[in-house]
């Protein structure tokens, strides 16, 4: 059987265009930090792994590892530079959907 998050990752891979609206969601949550780094977390493995989106958001694969883990405590550049990689303007994340 799947995980749970084996799940989402490959439905996050066959409708990637439901990224935005998983995101928006986690963020919404009451007090979903957590929950909202690991929906980023889903949405990065769904893209193109960890190592492809740390390369493009300039930072190290460990540090995503760590500021996307449950315990992760990302600075605000970090989370920009993730998002961005993921091809999601951080703009979008706090606007609902037209």
């Known amino acids: 059987?799947?995980?749970?998050?084996?799940?989402?990752?490959?439905?996050?891979r066959d409708e990637p265009e439901m990224a935005l609206d998983y995101l928006r969601t986690a963020f919404d949550e009451e007090g979903g930090e957590s929950a909202f780094l690991?929906?980023?977390?889903?949405?990065?493995?769904?893209?193109?792994?960890m190592a492809?989106?740390?390369e493009r958001a300039k930072v190290s694969r460990e540090?995503?590892?760590?500021?996307?883990s449950p315990k992760g405590n990302p600075t605000l550049?970090?989370?920009?530079?993730?998002i961005?990689?993921?091809?999601?303007?951080?703009?979008?994340?706090?606007?609902?959907?037209?």
């Open 1 to 12: 059987m799947k995980s749970h998050d084996t799940a989402v990752i490959e439905m996050l």
């Open 38 to 49: 690991m929906a980023l977390r889903h949405v990065v493995e769904a893209q193109d792994g």
């Open 52 to 54: 492809v989106v740390a």
């Open 63 to 68: 540090s995503l590892y760590r500021a996307l």
């Open 77 to 82: 550049r970090t989370m920009t530079a993730v």
């Open 84 to 98: 961005k990689a993921t091809g999601i303007h951080f703009h979008d994340l706090t606007h609902p959907a037209s």
